[in-house]
């Protein structure tokens, strides 16, 4: 079993910039795809990206992409999420995700994600 525990987040003005960590335990997240998700009040869970075993792959969401930044340190058992260029829109509690582990092909469902972390509240004030 893989535990994963979000932290990172916090208050911050718009523009501003955020880098969310996923620390895994229990387990190793070298052979699992991991990915960052979102949740905002009375919305439905958002998928951010993900990134592949050895960190070179990657895949974003439009809402995200050229703003965020998914990355991952195996040795650590960590992945990172930097966030730059803030908006107020971007509020909401941010969590991570990963697959099984052998997983071959890229996730393309949020099903696909079997261990999920408790997340941690993301606020960006205007």
């Known amino acids: 079993q893989v535990q994963l525990v979000e932290s990172g987040g916090g208050l911050v003005q718009t523009g501003g910039s955020l880098r969310l960590s996923c620390v895994a335990s229990g387990r190793t997240i070298f052979g699992r795809y991991m990915a960052w998700y979102r949740q905002a009040p009375g919305q439905e869970r958002e998928f951010l990206a993900w990134?592949?075993?050895?960190?070179?792959?990657?895949f974003y969401a439009d809402s995200v992409k050229g703003r965020f930044a998914i990355s991952r340190d195996n040795a650590k058992n960590t992945v990172y999420l930097q966030m730059d260029s803030l908006k107020p829109e971007d509020t909401a509690i941010y969590s991570c995700?990963?697959?099984?582990?052998?997983?071959?092909?890229?996730?393309?469902?949020?099903?696909?994600?079997?261990?999920w972390g408790p997340g941690t509240q993301v606020t960006v004030s205007s």
């Open positions: 990134i592949g075993w050895s960190g070179i792959a990657s």
């Open positions: 995700a990963a697959t099984e582990s052998g997983a071959i092909l890229p996730p393309r469902e949020t099903r696909d994600y079997v261990h």
